[in-house]
């Protein structure tokens, strides 16, 4: 059992929460059984090595299990050395140190997507991650992060995925005039998500939500740029009928991405 928080093998897992360790070693942190559970169930060939408390391993035997099977290296630890591990305050017993694993850009069209999610500077890690939930929860084809957007990699990126990291496929670090020139050579229709757009329902009762489409979203701040807008086919909005003053970005790509798969699948089973 690791019982010193300050030992080497100890920092060298906490650092994994610096962007500078994760390129250099190619890894990052996992945390939560939830998380743990789904690499372990998707992709366990991605976890290198699973620490957890023996109380956790006693809470949650599906997880000593499935490691097992997968033949990973687990080390149990303290409660102290655990927290010293992780990036969150309440790690809830688990923490794993995966491969990083992003898809090419050009196997994600390769393989003719018909929804896609793009994100174009989108700093705030939780919402990342959590457009990265949505469009997995609305059946996406494929999540791509722009090279001005969060690392993927980061423990709250991650978190906020709850997992869906390990369902869809991920691609980081191009830029965007590539990624939306491959779009549109696959066949999709770039929609940009930004207040300055039409109405999400004229774009619905247009038919446009039906095909194959590839979402763009901006920065929390400042949406999407006059230049990035006059890449896109076309700039919808989603309404706001209270009196919100405005709405969460990943909350409204939620709403774009859902519309997308409503519209698709009505047409499937026509």
Known sequence: MLENPRSPRVRAVAKL??????????????????????ALRFRPDLV???????????????????ADQADVDVEFVTEE?????????????????????????????AARPRLVAILEEVRDPGNAGTIVRAADAAGADA??????????????????????????PVAVGAGLDNVL???????LTVLGADVKGEDLLAARNDGVLA???A??????????????????????????????????LATAASVCLYESAFAQRSTDHE
């Open 81 to 109: 050395v655990l927290d010293s591990m992780a990036d969150t305050v309440t790690p809830q017993g688990f923490v794993a140190v995966c491969n990083q694993f992003p898809t090419a850009l050009k196997d994600i069209f």
């Open 48 to 66: 290198v090595e699973l620490y957890g408390t023996p109380s956790a391993f006693d809470r949650h035997p599906d997880i000593a299990e499935a």
């Open 17 to 38: 929460a610096k962007k500078a360790a994760r390129a250099e070693s190619g890894l990052f942190l996992l945390e939560g059984p939830q998380a743990v559970a789904e």
């Open 181 to 187: 020139e491959r779009a549109r050579a696959a066949g």
């Open 211 to 213: 095909q194959p489409t």
């Open 215 to 248: 979402w763009l979203f901006g920065n929390e701040a400042h949406g999407l740029d006059d230049e990035q807008l006059a890449l896109t086919d076309r700039v919808v909005t989603v309404p706001i009928y209270g009196h919100a003053e405005s709405m969460n």
């Open 143 to 168: 999540v791509i992060f722009s090279g001005r957007t969060v690392d993927l990699y980061n423990p709250k990126v991650v978190r906020s995925s709850t997992g869906s990291i390990f369902h869809l």
